[in-house]
DNA sequence: CCACAGGCGAGAGCACTGCTCTTGAAATGT
DNA sequence: ACATTTCAAGAGCAGTGCTCTCGCCTGTGG
């Protein structure tokens, strides 16, 4: 029955992540105040920390749903194509658009981390999510190069846990290609959104274009 | 003769600077107050706005001390060789290596952009340094792969003019692979100083180096 | 060499932040 | 109906960025 004292607390909850979410798109991480959440919703500043015990574990939550967020968007982008080469190029299109149209959030997630956080348990299910949809495309590759052999034991026993957990057969070379190139893609994406690109790069659609190619003929798609 | 008040006034600045930047590496981006700086020095807090106009102005003399520090250690880094893979391997380790040391301000750097911040001119000079020094390794390559052609002509126009700029005669293709391996770079640095990779990789020197021969090979060194 | 404008440090103060504690009311479960 | 728990509210503490005013004092221009 879940007691509808507990519900409220949920619903409350939901109101202020709501509203602080709110607050960080428009004036991001830096400009988000618990005492502006809660003026906004119409309490005292006390009465909202009976629902969130600090303003680091706000963030933890805006970042728990941001994660989540972006693993839905890439996961509606590679729909039902087996094209490696077409899934790949969905995703990272997914990954940029929605960084671009959400570029606080983006910075919550892949900038500077918040000095408090430390990964609860609650991000991983998402970023796993995540993660997985990336990683998806070399399912399909058709095998056109061979990466590069892995000369550390450690590092190999790393890809082979991780396929696993994925349910992979790729081997351990790909999968840290794979691994590889989502750190690359997301560096591509950093660059743009943060500016290191600023009086370089004009046609930011082409090079993104360019740049996802580039990995594709790298992961062999 | 630089008027010994224009004197006076450069050292206090080198002073907060100074100070402001051990807060920094102690305590990150956010725990650094220009209250607790002057308190260090001794002064009261309003005094110090008579040298730095804000906090955010303080950042950004931190940021741009950053960037001549990250240059300064790959200009080192490259020394010598003219071998373009040795040059680029040496280049890779040392970015990896100052970020590793110093992870607030390559935080600062590279991680979420500072509000106020819009990389003023002093900015570009270090950077630009910093990007030459990275690119310098396409000189020497031995041209075994072809980069996939640029399609777009204005991105091509970028390619040219950033070209022209650091005097290098490499053609756009070479150099727009060039900027793609150093977002990678970076890229793959963040992934591991932000703990992106927390749970995934726990060999992280490995990872690193398979990454960089990788984007050696790409760029065909 | 000297007067003085300008740079200077100090202090008070404003508006804001995160966070804690107490108090009294209201909702809850028995 | 009652005891317990949950809650909103307010006051308050310590800290922040930043502004303004007030004298002092010193380097600089005449």
Redesign the interface.
């Known amino acids: 029955m879940a007691g509808q004292r507990e519900r409220a607390r949920q619903a409350y909850i939901a109101d202020i992540t709501a509203e602080a979410r709110r607050q960080l798109a428009r004036d991001?991480?830096?400009?988000l105040s618990l005492r502006s959440v809660a003026r906004e919703l119409g309490m005292v500043s006390s009465a909202v920390y009976r629902y969130v015990a600090s303003r680091d574990e706000l963030l933890t939550l805006l970042i728990v749903e941001a994660y989540g967020d972006l693993a839905d968007a890439v996961e509606a982008a590679i729909g039902g194509d087996d094209d490696g080469r077409v899934h790949w190029r969905s995703a990272c299109a997914s990954v940029r658009a929605w960084a671009v149209a959400h570029p606080h959030e983006y910075?919550?997630l892949?900038?500077?981390?918040?000095?408090g956080y430390s990964?609860p348990q609650d991000t991983?299910g998402p970023a796993t999510r995540l993660y997985a949809a990336l990683v998806e495309p070399v399912r399909h590759r058709r095998g056109r190069r061979r990466?590069?052999t892995?000369?550390?034991p450690?590092?190999e026993a790393?890809a082979e846990r991780?396929a696993a957990a994925l349910g992979f057969d790729v081997g351990a070379p790909v999968l840290?290609?794979a691994?590889?190139a989502i750190?690359?893609?997301?560096?591509?994406v950093?660059?743009e959104l943060?500016?290191?690109?600023?009086?370089?790069?004009?046609?930011h659609?082409?090079?993104f274009a360019?740049?996802v190619?580039?990995l594709a003929?790298?992961l062999g798609l």
Chains 1, 2 share one sequence.
Not at 110 to 115: D, H, K, R, T
């Open positions: 991001g991480a830096a400009g910075a919550l892949y900038g500077s981390p918040v000095p990964a991983i990466p590069s892995v000369t550390s450690v590092l790393d991780v840290l290609a691994l590889g750190a690359s893609l997301f560096g591509l950093s660059f943060f500016g290191h690109t600023n009086n370089v790069i004009t046609d659609d082409a090079f360019l740049r190619e580039a003929d790298e």
